[in-house]
C-alpha cells in the first residue's frame, strides 16, 4: 500500500511508513511539501508558504531549554496507507478549511458561520501553520512599522479571546514573522517585547491544543525576546507558561519550582500592579500543579494567598494580555478545575455556582469554566448535566470546543460511559469524535 506515495514523494516505502507511524518526524517543511505534491495539495493548507523557505535565523536555531519529554508528534493529515477516511475527502476538507481560515482572518467580525469546513481540524491547521512559521520567522519579509504590528497583536489577542481558531490559524503566524521581520537588526525594546507577547499567545493557544513540544519552543523564545526586552511582566509570563507545560508532562515539582521562583523574584516587586498581579498568576499555576500531586491542603493555601493578591489590587482584571487575566473572579474560576483535580468535585461545583459566567472577561474565559463545569459533573455522575454543559459551550465558543482534545477526551468518554444521546451523538460528530 505504501509504494505508490514512496514513488510519487521520492521516498521509499519504508520512510513513507516511518513517517506514517510517528517515528520519524514529518515537521521539515520539504517533506511537508512532498506529501502536498504527491496528494495533490495545496502547500498553504498544511500551513506551508507557496516558495521555499528560508534558512533559520539565528532566533530560530537557539535550542530549547526544558524540551518536553514527549516531544511533538508530526501532523499528518491524509491516510496514505489507504485505511479509514479517504484522502480526497481527507485533502477536500484541509483545502476548504485553509480558504475558510484566510477569509476569517481578514473579517474580524466573523462568527460561527464555519458550517462547510471541518472544524474538528482547525487545532492541526494551527499547528502545522504555527510550526511552519517558526521553521524562518521574518525571512523574506518586509518590516511592519510597530505601530501596524502592535494592531495585529491586538487583533490577534481578540481573536484569541472571542475563541475565533479559524481566523487566529492564519493571523497568528503571520504576526510571529512580521515580529521577527521588525525584531531583527531592531535597536529599541519595545519590538522584542512585543514579539514575546505573539509568542506567549501562540504558546497560550498550544498549551489548549496538548501541544507540549512546540509549547516549549514558542515559550523559550518568549522568554528569549522578554529578557531581550526588559519586560519583567513578560518575563514572568513566560515562566508561567513553562510550568504550565512542565505540568502537562508529569514534571510536577520542576513546574512548583519555576513558578514559585519567578514569582518570587525581585523585579517583579518593583514592577508596581502589573508585577503584583503576575505573582498571583504564578502562585495560582503552583496551586494547580498541588492539586495534581493530590495536596489538597497546599493548593488551597497557595490559592488562598493568590485570593488575598486580587482582592488587595482590587474587582478589575489586570494583565489582559498575558495570561488569562487576573482578579477575584479569575482565582474563583481557578478554584473550579484545582479543586476537581485535588479529587473535590463538590468543592468544584460550589465555587462554580458563585461565578457569573456573563461577568468573566472573555468567551474564552467564559468556554473554559463551562467546560471546568461539565468535567465537574462527568466526576459527579450527573452525565446528561455534563453533556447539557458541553452543549452550551459548544453555542458560545463552537472552534474551541470542537478543536480542544481535552474536550473530545470528555466527550469520547460520555459516549462510552453511559447512554448516548441524539445531542451527544451530534456534539461527538460535530468535535471529529467517533461515534
Not at 121 to 129: D, F, K, Q, T
Request: net charge neutral.
Amino acid at each position: 500500500m505504501l509504494a505508490e506515495p514512496g514513488v510519487l514523494t521520492r521516498y521509499s516505502g519504508a520512510q513513507v511508513s516511518r513517517h506514517e507511524r510517528a517515528t520519524s518526524p514529518m515537521t521539515d517543511a520539504d517533506v511537508l511539501r512532498r506529501f502536498a505534491d504527491a496528494i495533490e495539495l495545496l502547500h498553504q493548507a498544511l500551513g506551508l508558504a507557496p516558495f521555499a523557505p528560508p534558512q533559520r535565523s539565528d532566533m530560530a536555531s537557539r535550542s530549547v531549554q526544558l524540551p518536553s519529554p514527549l516531544g511533538s508528534p508530526p501532523i499528518v493529515w491524509v491516510d496514505l496507507s489507504g485505511e479509514g477516511e479517504g484522502p480526497l475527502r481527507r485533502r477536500k476538507l484541509i483545502a476548504g478549511l485553509a480558504a475558510t481560515a484566510v477569509t476569517a482572518a481578514a473579517s474580524p467580525l466573523l462568527g460561527t458561520g464555519m458550517t462547510q469546513v471541518d472544524e474538528a481540524l482547525l487545532g492541526e491547521l494551527i499547528v502545522a501553520r504555527l510550526r511552519d512559521a517558526m521553521l524562518g520567522p521574518g525571512q523574506g519579509l518586509e518590516a511592519p512599522s510597530p505601530k501596524t504590528l502592535a494592531t495585529d497583536f491586538a487583533r490577534a489577542l481578540a481573536d484569541f479571546d472571542a475563541c475565533r481558531y479559524a481566523s487566529l490559524a492564519v493571523r497568528l503566524p503571520r504576526l510571529i514573522r512580521a515580529g521577527h521581520a521588525l525584531t531583527t537588526g531592531a535597536d529599541d525594546t519595545d519590538s522584542p517585547v512585543l514579539l514575546a507577547k505573539s509568542y506567549l499567545l501562540a504558546t497560550r493557544l498550544l498549551a489548549k491544543l496538548d501541544e507540549q513540544g512546540l509549547g516549549w519552543m514558542t515559550a523559550d523564545r518568549a522568554r528569549q525576546l522578554a529578557e531581550v526586552g526588559g519586560d519583567p511582566i513578560a518575563t514572568a509570563e513566560a515562566a508561567r507558561q513553562m510550568a504550565v507545560l512542565a505540568r502537562k508532562a508529569g514534571w510536577h515539582q520542576d513546574a512548583l519550582s519555576i513558578a514559585l521562583t519567578a514569582a518570587d523574584h525581585p523585579d517583579l516587586r518593583r514592577a508596581g500592579r502589573a508585577g503584583v498581579a503576575a505573582r498571583g498568576l504564578l502562585k495560582q499555576s503552583a496551586s494547580y500543579t498541588l492539586a495534581r500531586l493530590g495536596d489538597r491542603d497546599g493548593m488551597r493555601e497557595l490559592t488562598d494567598e493568590a485570593a488575598a493578591i486580587a482582592k488587595e489590587l482590587g474587582s478589575g482584571t489586570l494583565l489582559r494580555d498575558h495570561g488569562v487575566g487576573f482578579s477575584p473572579l479569575t482565582v474563583q474560576l481557578h478554584k473550579i478545575s484545582a479543586e476537581n483535580h485535588a479529587g473535590d468535585p463538590l468543592a468544584a461545583l460550589a465555587a462554580a455556582q458563585t461565578i457569573p459566567l456573563k461577568a468573566l472577561p472573555s468567551v474564552e474565559r467564559r468556554s473554559r469554566a463551562l467546560s471546568d463545569i461539565a468535567v465537574t459533573y462527568d466526576r459527579l455522575g450527573r452525565h446528561s448535566d455534563c453533556v447539557r454543559t458541553l452543549l452550551a459551550a459548544e453555542q458560545l465558543a463552537p472552534e474551541e470546543t470542537h478543536a480542544r482534545p481535552a474536550t473530545k477526551s470528555l466527550i469520547s468518554s460520555l459516549l462510552i460511559s453511559g447512554p448516548a444521546s441524539t445531542e451527544l451523538r451530534g456534539l461527538a460528530e460535530r468535535s471529529g469524535v467517533l461515534v
